[in-house]
């Protein structure tokens, strides 16, 4: 066993401009540091069988969760069941960091919606 820093984890790059870090990355589960520049956002999505869980590290986020809105900041996060539509923006002037846990793992599971 090893502590896990963002700096040594396998990195990706999403959406507008977004980065992210594999911090523990299993069949089982995964646990993403994400970093969303100002005026940033992802689709609008589902995940069929990945429960989710967003936890704001620095900076603010949007939370659109079935059409609900949540503003997240520092501290705070936000479940998201399978099956609800979400999508995260982040309407703030700095940059947003972020944890994305993953149960199971959600890549190959995202539905994406127009609407």
């Keep these: 066993m ?3 820093r963002a700096v040594d984890a396998e990195h990706y790059r999403w ?3 977004c ?6 990355r299993t069949d089982e589960l995964n646990i993403i540091e994400e970093k969303m520049p100002p005026g940033a956002s992802e689709r609008r999505h589902f995940h069929m069988r990945a429960r989710q869980f967003f ?8 939370m659109e969760v079935e059409r609900e809105e ?3 900041r ?14 995260v923006f982040n309407r703030s002037g700095r940059s947003a960091r972020f ?3 993953s149960q199971p793992p959600s890549h190959g ?6 609407d």
């Design 2 to 4: 090893k502590s896990v």
């Design 15 to 17: 959406g507008d401009g």
């Design 19 to 24: 980065d992210g870090w594999y911090l523990v």
């Design 55 to 62: 936890y704001v590290l620095e900076g603010e986020l949007t």
């Design 70 to 72: 949540f503003v997240l």
């Design 74 to 87: 520092v501290g705070e996060g936000v479940e998201v069941a399978p099956g609800r539509v979400h999508q």
């Design 99 to 101: 944890l994305v846990t």
């Design 109 to 114: 599971d995202r539905v994406e919606r127009a």
